[in-house]
């Protein structure tokens, strides 16, 4: 430790006057410097090297979990426990850019409508891809206010398959994103459950007459009950946390390609999650398909 401490700092300070102060031996100094590093070091360096891209790929988003978990998976990088991967992050100062805490949102009802009932009933599996879709609404912060973002998430893969961004809270940004759903998705209506909160936009005539022409069979969250929704809440936890709290957006637009950014290059192609067995929606409907197909 005192050979690194004078090598570290021997542009400060005359390496001659170190080795006086902490009682070592020039000769003894020199001999360690020229001395090849040895196995348990080089690969300590290859170590830290590799948790520094799996960090920086990941938007500085991934924890010490995650990049063990994408050690294991990348060829060309030096696998290592999560410990290991811990003390790396902890020496190069890394660590997630993720503050914890977790707060749903919720929408205004319409009094006047009848939202359908709870099938879902918080069973947030499926076993095939448009078998249980799931929606929500959420804010983001922009210089002039405030901008929606709504989604339609698959439960089966945890894919984001339609979005849509309005300044406005009205029924068409709910629509715009169940249109791209059903045009990017081309779902069997009659297989597919639709799950969403008891917001007005989706209890609007307009928005139950296209799941009806579909033949989309319709659920809904009780009152009160925002775990019923739980793994669209959690997106929104996860975009707000690992994203867009950590951005400035000015317009709507610059809003829009910052969603665009995390949805399409980062979450659905890359993240790793823990639901998926630390794989990213894409690959594990890419794993599914030849099942599918058989």
Same mark, same amino acid.
């Given at each position: 430790?005192?050979?690194?401490?004078?090598?570290?700092?021997?542009? $400060?300070? @005359?390496?001659?006057?170190?080795?006086?102060?902490?009682?070592?031996?020039?000769?003894?100094?020199?001999?360690?410097?020229?001395?090849?590093?040895?196995?348990?070091?080089?690969?300590?360096?290859?170590?830290?090297?590799?948790?520094?891209?799996?960090?920086?790929?990941?938007?500085?988003?991934?924890?010490?979990?995650?990049?063990?978990?994408?050690?294991?998976?990348?060829?060309?990088?030096?696998?290592?426990?999560?410990?290991?991967?811990?003390?790396?992050?902890? /020496?190069?100062?890394?660590? $997630?850019?993720?503050?914890?805490?977790?707060?749903?949102?919720?929408?205004?009802?319409?009094?006047?409508?009848? @939202? *359908?009932?709870?099938?879902?009933?918080?069973?947030?599996?499926? =076993?095939? @891809?448009?078998?249980?879709?799931? =929606?929500?609404?959420?804010?983001? *912060? +922009?210089?002039?206010?405030?901008?929606?973002?709504? +989604?339609?998430?698959?439960?089966?893969?945890?894919?984001?398959?339609?979005?849509?961004?309005?300044?406005?809270?009205?029924? @068409?940004? +709910?629509?715009?994103?169940?249109?791209?759903?059903?045009?990017?998705?081309?779902?069997?209506?009659?297989?597919?459950?639709?799950?969403?909160?008891?917001?007005?936009?989706?209890?609007?005539?307009?928005?139950?007459?296209?799941?009806?022409?579909?033949?989309? =069979?319709?659920?809904?969250?009780?009152?009160?009950?925002?775990?019923?929704?739980?793994?669209?809440?959690?997106?929104?936890?996860?975009?707000?946390?690992?994203?867009?709290?950590?951005?400035?957006? *000015?317009? /709507?637009?610059?809003?829009?390609?910052?969603?665009?950014?995390?949805?399409?290059?980062?979450?659905?192609?890359?993240?790793?999650?823990?639901?998926?067995?630390?794989?990213?929606?894409?690959?594990?409907?890419?794993?599914?398909?030849?099942?599918?197909?058989?």
């Amino acid at each position: 430790m005192k050979h690194a401490w004078i090598k570290k700092h021997r542009d $400060s300070f @005359p390496v001659a006057v170190m080795c006086e102060v902490l009682d070592v031996s020039k000769s003894g100094y020199y001999a360690w410097v020229d001395r090849p590093p040895s196995p348990r070091t080089q690969r300590g360096e290859r170590i830290r090297e590799s948790v520094r891209r799996v960090h920086a790929d990941s938007h500085g988003i991934y924890g010490s979990g995650k990049v063990a978990k994408q050690l294991a998976k990348e060829e060309g990088l030096e696998r290592a426990c999560r410990n290991t991967v811990a003390r790396a992050m902890r /020496q190069m100062g890394l660590k $997630s850019r993720v503050s914890k805490g977790f707060t749903p949102t919720t929408t205004q009802a319409d009094p006047t409508k009848q @939202p *359908a009932p709870n099938l879902l009933d918080r069973d947030f599996e499926a =076993t095939a @891809p448009n078998q249980k879709w799931v =929606t929500d609404i959420t804010y983001l *912060a +922009v210089a002039q206010g405030w901008v929606y973002l709504a +989604v339609v998430l698959d439960l089966f893969s945890r894919k984001i398959v339609g979005w849509e961004i309005s300044d406005s809270l009205a029924t @068409p940004l +709910v629509a715009g994103a169940l249109r791209r759903a059903i045009e990017s998705r081309r779902p069997i209506g009659a297989d597919l459950l639709h799950h969403s909160d008891r917001g007005c936009q989706y209890t609007s005539d307009a928005y139950q007459q296209t799941l009806r022409a579909m033949g989309i =069979t319709c659920s809904m969250s009780r009152t009160g009950e925002c775990y019923d929704n739980a793994v669209a809440e959690r997106f929104f936890w996860s975009l707000k946390h690992e994203w867009t709290n950590h951005e400035a957006y *000015a317009t /709507q637009e610059t809003a829009r390609l910052g969603v665009f950014k995390y949805i399409e290059t980062f979450y659905n192609r890359e993240r790793l999650h823990q639901s998926l067995g630390f794989k990213s929606p894409d690959q594990f409907e890419t794993e599914y398909a030849p099942v599918l197909a058989a």
